[in-house]
C-alpha cells in the first residue's frame, strides 16, 4: 500500500507536469490566435446559442447581428456577413486583420474575425445602449437623450470620423454614417460601428451594390448622381445626422414642412431667417444650451452644402466644436440627389469668412483623388438601380 503511494506520489508530478505542458500548449495557441484575431465558429456558436432568433439585434443592409457572451464572459455583437460580399476569403481575412487594428474611444472595437465554410462573420465588443436611432426616433424614448447626451454624441462621433479619416493607419472612408451606426455605451460614449465596410464590400465598376452603396437620406449628392466617393460624402452624412440629432426626425421622412423639400432645406430656411433655434427637438428644449444649438445648426448646414469643396473636414469641425468660434462661414445651400452645384472658383468669394487662420485653406481641401486610391472604391452611376425594400436604395435624381 505504501509502495503504491509512493509510486503514486512520484507519478504525480510528472502527470502534472505533462498536464501542464499540454495546458500551456492550448493557451500557447489561444493566445495565437487571439492575436490573429481569429475566432473559431464553435466559439462563436456557443456565444450566441446557435445564432438564436432571441439573440438577433438587428439586421441591416450586410447582414444579421446577434448578441452573444464568450466564455470569458465578455458579450459580443457578431455580424454574419451576407453572401453578396464577393471578396474571397483572403482578402476578407487581411482587411479583417487590418481593422481589427483601428482603436479609438469613438469607434466600435472589432475584437476579431471568423470564416466557416462560405461564411465571414464580425465579431465586435458589444455596446450596451445599442444605436441611436434606437432612442432618437422613438417618441416614448427621445427623451432619454437629452441635449448634453446629444451634444456629447456630435462632438463624439466628429473624434471617431477624424481618426478614421486622418489618424488611424490608411484613410478608412466610412460610406454609411447614420443613426444606426452609432451606438452608445454604457456611460453614453458614442461609438462608430460599421466602419471599414466600404474595404469589406468594394464595389466594381459594373456592379454597385444598392444595398451597401449607403443609406437614403444619408448620401451626398455627387455621390448617388456620379459616384464620386470622398471623405466629403462622410461628412455629408455626418452634416444629416448633427440635424437629426437636433430635431429628432429622419431626413428620410422627413414631413415638417409643406414649403421644404427635406430636413436639410427646412434647417436652412429657418437658419437664414435667423431662426435656428426652431430646430431643436421641443420636448428636450428645457435641456438645452441655445448658444450650442445654433452653433450644431451652422456646423449641421456647413457640412451639407451642395459643393463637396465648401463642406469643412472632419479636422475643422472638431476644431469648431471645442471652442466657441467667432465668426463662422455662412453656409450655401444644402444639397441633395438632384440638386447641382457650381464650384466656386473664387475662394473668398462664396462666404464671409473671418474665422480663424488656416480655416479656409482647409474647408477647400479637396481629398478626392487621394483617398480614392487607398480605398479603392470606384462606384459609378447608381441612377439605373431598381427599387429596394430595405429602403437602402440611393435617391433617384428627381427626388
Ligand atoms: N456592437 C454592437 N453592439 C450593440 N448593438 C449592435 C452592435 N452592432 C450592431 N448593433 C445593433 O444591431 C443593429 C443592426 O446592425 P446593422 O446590421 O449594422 O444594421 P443597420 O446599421 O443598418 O441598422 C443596429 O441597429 C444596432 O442596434
Ligand atoms: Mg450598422
Keep these: 500500500m505504501k509502495t503504491i503511494d509512493f509510486i503514486k506520489s512520484m507519478m504525480n508530478p510528472f502527470k502534472f507536469y505533462s498536464d501542464k505542458e499540454g495546458s500551456k500548449e492550448a493557451d500557447l495557441q489561444k493566445i495565437a490566435a ?4 481569429q475566432f473559431s465558429y464553435e466559439t462563436l456558436i456557443k456565444a450566441t446559442d446557435k445564432f438564436h432568433s432571441s439573440n438577433k439585434l438587428g439586421e441591416g443592409g450586410f447582414g444579421p447581428v446577434f448578441k452573444g457572451k464568450l466564455l470569458d ?39 476579431g474575425y471568423c470564416t466557416h465554410g462560405e461564411d465571414k462573420l464580425l465579431v465586435y465588443e458589444y455596446v450596451s445602449h445599442e444605436s441611436v436611432d434606437k432612442l432618437l426616433f422613438k417618441p416614448d424614448k427621445r427623451q432619454q437623450l437629452d441635449w448634453k447626451k446629444r451634444y456629447e454624441v456630435i462632438a463624439g462621433v466628429a473624434k471617431g470620423l477624424l481618426y478614421l479619416h486622418e489618424d488611424s493607419h ?99 430656411k429657418l437658419f437664414k431667417k435667423s431662426r435656428s433655434l426652431e430646430v431643436l427637438d421641443q420636448s428636450i428644449k428645457s435641456t438645452a444650451d441655445e448658444d450650442q444649438v445654433a452653433l450644431c445648426v451652422q456646423i449641421g448646414l456647413l457640412c451639407t452644402q451642395s459643393d463637396p469643396n465648401l463642406r469643412p473636414s472632419m479636422r475643422r469641425v472638431v476644431v469648431l466644436l471645442s471652442r466657441k468660434p467667432t465668426s463662422l462661414e455662412e453656409p450655401t445651400r444644402p444639397g441633395f440627389p438632384g440638386s447641382r452645384y457650381r464650384r466656386s472658383r473664387n475662394p473668398g468669394g462664396s462666404s464671409s469668412h473671418t474665422a480663424s487662420s488656416g480655416a479656409s485653406s482647409t ?25 429596394d425594400p430595405r429602403g437602402k436604395r440611393p435617391m433617384q435624381p428627381s427626388e
Design 34 to 37: 487571439q492575436e490573429q484575431k
Design 73 to 111: 464572459g465578455r458579450e459580443v455583437a457578431v455580424k454574419m456577413l451576407s453572401q453578396h460580399s464577393r471578396q474571397g476569403q483572403k482578402e476578407f481575412v487581411n482587411e479583417a486583420k487590418l481593422l481589427a487594428r483601428v482603436q479609438h474611444r469613438n469607434v466600435v472595437n472589432l475584437l
Design 170 to 268: 490608411s484613410c478608412i472612408i466610412h460610406r454609411d454614417i447614420k443613426a444606426s451606426n452609432i451606438l452608445l455605451d454604457d456611460k453614453w460614449i458614442p461609438k462608430i460601428a460599421d466602419f471599414g465596410m466600404a474595404r469589406l464590400f468594394p464595389e466594381d465598376q459594373t456592379h454597385v451594390n444598392t444595398r451597401v452603396a449607403g443609406t437614403n437620406g444619408y448620401m451626398a449628392p455627387e455621390y448617388v448622381m456620379h459616384g464620386h466617393l470622398s471623405v466629403k460624402a462622410d461628412v455629408f452624412s455626418f452634416g444629416v445626422l448633427i440635424l437629426e440629432l437636433i430635431s429628432g426626425q429622419r431626413n428620410s421622412s422627413y414631413n415638417l414642412s409643406l414649403d421644404a423639400q427635406n430636413l436639410l432645406d427646412w434647417a436652412y
Design 363 to 387: 474647408t477647400r481641401t479637396d481629398h478626392t483623388s487621394s483617398t480614392m486610391s487607398v480605398t479603392n472604391t470606384t462606384t459609378h452611376t447608381a441612377r439605373s438601380l431598381g427599387s
